[in-house]
């Protein structure tokens, strides 16, 4: 079984650690711009790479409990070829 990128879900991790899209932007140095593009991508767009999700789980998790990176994007099974 294979899986893809679905919708991205940054923005609902982001509301659940109490933050918003600019806390994220201006605390870890990305730009709002960036961000949003992160929000709103997804299904092959905008993907976050494996070192700024890591970046992010930390940050919104905390660095004894960071958010597993996998909660970022709905993901898609795919039928084997």
Same mark, same amino acid.
């Given at each position: 079984? !294979?899986?893809?990128? =679905?919708?991205?879900?940054?923005? +609902?991790?982001i509301?659940e &650690? =109490? !933050?918003?899209?600019?806390?994220l &932007?201006d605390?870890l =140095?990305y730009s ?5 593009k992160?929000v /709103? =991508?997804g299904?092959? !767009?905008? #993907?976050?790479?494996?070192? +700024?999700? &890591? *970046? #992010? &789980? $930390?940050?919104l998790?905390g660095?004894? *409990?960071p958010? /597993?990176?996998?909660? $970022? ?6 039928e /084997?070829?």
């Amino acid at each position: 079984m !294979k899986y893809r990128v =679905g919708r991205c879900q940054l923005l +609902t991790r982001i509301h659940e &650690a =109490g !933050k918003i899209q600019q806390d994220l &932007a201006d605390d870890l =140095g990305y730009s709002r711009s960036q961000v949003s593009k992160w929000v /709103n =991508g997804g299904y092959g !767009k905008h #993907i976050m790479s494996p070192e +700024t999700q &890591a *970046t #992010i &789980a $930390f940050y919104l998790g905390g660095i004894e *409990t960071p958010l /597993n990176p996998v909660t $970022f994007y709905d993901w898609i099974i795919v039928e /084997n070829d």
